[in-house]
């Protein structure tokens, strides 16, 4: 008796083998029929989440063929170990350091304008900072900064970084800034009013932060405008416990963080 194949399909039909790849957080794909590209954030039931480079979320069935891995097509399979438990990357992006203990101190800081800005900062920087040896100090007004920068006397080995809120040409922030001269010392700052609105607004669940008439206390009138209680220090908190990673951030300030960041830790 003959055997016979059962698949009837001509050889030159049928589609050659892809290699089939554990679906590792973190892995960057591109879904063949969408063309979604992203990172593997999550892998479960048959189902792969990707998150793209704008923090956007989609779910794909792993299909046989159905992603390109740097272009060739591959199979996404359930990774063959659990993912880790602890998060990959710290709020701000960078790749975290299980079980790093805190550097001490450097002798050079940053100063933002502002507890508000100082929680902020904290939140998304916070681990960043510590491993670094950076501490964070607020000023309770920009007015403050010629003095606070004469007595900090920076040096190369103790740079002095400042974030200023509504830093922008013809401010009363940018002429005080410019009374300051040290190449050990960097200010910068962000264009917003108050630190709030470098929250983004999609974070917050509004579509945009409101306008506040000139002359009246913008945090209040946002708190109105949005119909929250009067009680601008609640208001933050709320705003604040929204903030999970630097996605929800503006890269406005972003920038500027970072910065100051690198120049204060800089050899």
């Known amino acids: 008796m003959r055997s016979y194949n059962p698949d009837l399909t001509p050889p030159w039909k049928r589609s050659a083998p892809v290699p089939e790849v554990p679906a590792d957080p973190d892995l960057v794909v591109e879904e063949v029929s969408t063309g979604f590209c ?28 159905g992603f390109l891995l740097e272009g060739r097509p591959v199979t996404l399979v359930r990774p063959s170990r659990p993912a880790p438990s602890r998060p990959t990357r710290t709020a701000s992006g960078s790749i975290a350091v299980p079980g790093a203990r805190a550097r001490v101190a450097r002798a050079g800081r940053i100063y933002v304008e502002g507890r508000h800005d100082a929680e902020l900062v904290e939140r998304v920087w916070g681990d960043d900072l510590r491993i670094e040896g950076v501490v964070v100090e607020y000023l309770e007004g920009v007015d403050d900064l010629p003095a606070i920068v004469d007595a900090f006397s920076p040096a190369p080995d ?17 002429r005080i800034a410019a009374q300051v001269s040290s190449p050990d010392v960097l200010v910068v700052g962000h264009p917003y009013i108050d630190v709030w609105q470098a929250v983004k607004p999609a974070a917050l669940g509004i579509p945009a932060w409101p306008t506040v008439p000139r002359g009246q206390d913008w945090k209040t009138g946002v708190c109105r405008a949005l119909g929250w209680p009067d009680h601008t220090g609640a208001a933050w908190q709320h705003i604040l416990s929204r903030v999970t990673s630097y996605k929800d951030l503006e890269p406005e300030l972003l920038g500027r963080v970072e910065e100051l960041i690198d120049f204060v830790t800089a050899p």
């Open 38 to 65: 992203g990172a593997v954030i999550r892998c479960e039931a048959g189902t792969v989440t990707l998150e793209d480079r704008f923090g956007k979320h989609r779910v794909f069935p792993m299909e046989p063929r």
């Open 158 to 174: 103790a740079r002095l970084g400042v974030l200023v809120d509504h830093l922008v040409p013809g401010s009363k922030e940018s």
